[in-house]
């Protein structure tokens, strides 16, 4: 498309013409801020909302488009957004809807991250926040009923991997008119999907078991259009957009999606039956396992019971400071839903903010380890294991 040899001018636009490279087996990654027209009537058409297309990527971007398509397909949804991370869905959300005057009910073991935002920010900005204990129902079901606008649940939850009943909390939140949300980040929508179960919206930290290779970060939003229209107009103004080279790497990790969860819900299963067999492992916590709590509203909401689960050594911190350096096939790292295996303490980790005693009464024991399995070999994580508890 050069229309001149001279260098300033042909270093900017030459060999820039052809945008779509024809025949490509793969969507290309559309690293273009904004998006141009010949005709100006079109571009008024499409910046008016009356035509389809793209006019700058703070809005929409072609690759993130095409994420979006498919978390909508996966989570059987009308339509779906993208953010800039997980927090970054979840904030832009809960801001979206919850303007002065509003009230929120939740869980108490909402994700870190979450549960500031109820604790620290929202307050500031008068809306009535209530966390709820996770597993009481009873008690979810009372707070809702009292009038709500917005229900927020996440299930299974970090780190115990606690179990909320979607559609029966769901059901309760419909006779008060409030939205309900579920960050799906743990299940990924392989294993669950709570528009199906009653829910309006939908969230995943993209970061996680979507990418599962830990290389990129994002967040996505889907559900019922006038609901996700509320917040993408919310989310293009406060700009926490992804932009296509994540939201590529987020792409071509789904595109795995169905093949590692299978396996990572298979291995996690068979490493949770060896720990539970184990006698210096005091509790394990992993909703596939007949005596977990939850096991019985799980196997109802879910079709898999994925790869995140945590155990309780048989003694305090100190017995953690001396087994996870032992394993070998793990990253000691905060991060969850790779590849690779990766393991770490809550109190380092996810509620490193909280006091001992906070954590105790979440049911967090101090010699807790997160284990979030990877795609590796089972029998192999399973020696590494074992021959770590055997060291001690
Ligand atoms: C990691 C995580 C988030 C936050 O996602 P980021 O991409 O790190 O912002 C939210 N919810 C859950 C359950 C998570 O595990």
């Known amino acids: 498309m050069t229309t001149s040899n001279k260098k300033g001018t042909a270093a900017v636009w030459a060999g820039e013409g052809d945008l779509n490279v024809k025949g490509a087996v793969t969507s290309p990654i559309a690293n273009s801020v904004a998006f141009s027209y010949t005709d100006l009537d079109e571009w008024h058409k499409v910046a008016t909302g009356k035509a389809d297309g793209f006019i ?26 993208a953010f800039s991370t997980g927090m970054a869905a979840i904030s832009n959300t809960l801001f979206a809807f919850l303007t002065a005057g509003k009230r929120v009910v939740s869980l108490k073991d909402t994700y870190g991250g979450t549960s500031k935002v109820f604790l620290d920010f929202l307050p500031n900005y008068n809306v009535s926040v209530k966390l709820c204990d996770t597993t009481n129902h009873e008690e979810i079901e009372l707070e809702v009923a009292k009038g709500c606008d917005l229900l927020y649940l996440e299930t299974p939850t970090n780190p115990t991997l606690k179990i909320v009943d979607i559609k029966r909390l769901a059901a309760a939140a419909k006779k008060v008119g409030a ?3 579920v960050d799906n980040t743990f299940a990924t929508p392989i294993n669950q ?11 995943h930290s993209a970061t996680k078991f979507l990418c599962g290779h830990s290389d990129a970060m994002g967040g996505l939003l889907a559900g019922k259009k006038e609901l996700v229209q509320k917040v993408f107009n919310f989310r293009e103004i406060n700009g926490a957009s992804l932009q296509a080279d994540p939201a590529y790497m987020i792409a071509r990790g789904m595109k795995t999606l169905e093949l590692r969860i299978e396996r990572q819900n298979a291995s996690a299963l068979k490493i949770a039956r060896y720990l539970k067999a184990h006698p210096k492992v005091k509790d394990v916590f992993y909703p596939g396992l007949e005596t977990h709590k939850g096991h019985d509203i ?12 945590s155990f309780a050594l048989d003694g305090g911190y100190d017995l953690v400071e001396k087994f996870l350096p032992k394993l070998k096939l793990v990253h000691l790292a905060a991060s969850l839903g790779s590849v690779s295996t990766l393991a770490g303490p809550p109190r380092t980790t996810s509620h490193v903010e909280l006091t001992e005693e906070q954590r105790r009464l979440l049911g967090i024991p101090e010699s807790l380890i997160r284990y979030s399995v990877g795609i590796e070999n089972v029998e192999d994580l399973l020696g590494d294991l074992e021959s770590a508890l055997k060291a001690m």
């Open 56 to 81: 700058y990527s703070r809005n929409t971007n072609p690759t993130v488009a095409a994420l979006e398509e498919k978390i909508r397909v996966l989570e059987g949804a009308e339509t779906a957004t």
């Open 179 to 181: 939205v309900v949300v």
């Open 193 to 203: 999907n709570p528009l199906q179960l009653g829910a309006d919206l939908v969230i």
């Open 298 to 309: 799980a196997k109802s909401q879910m079709s898999g019971f994925g790869g995140m689960m």
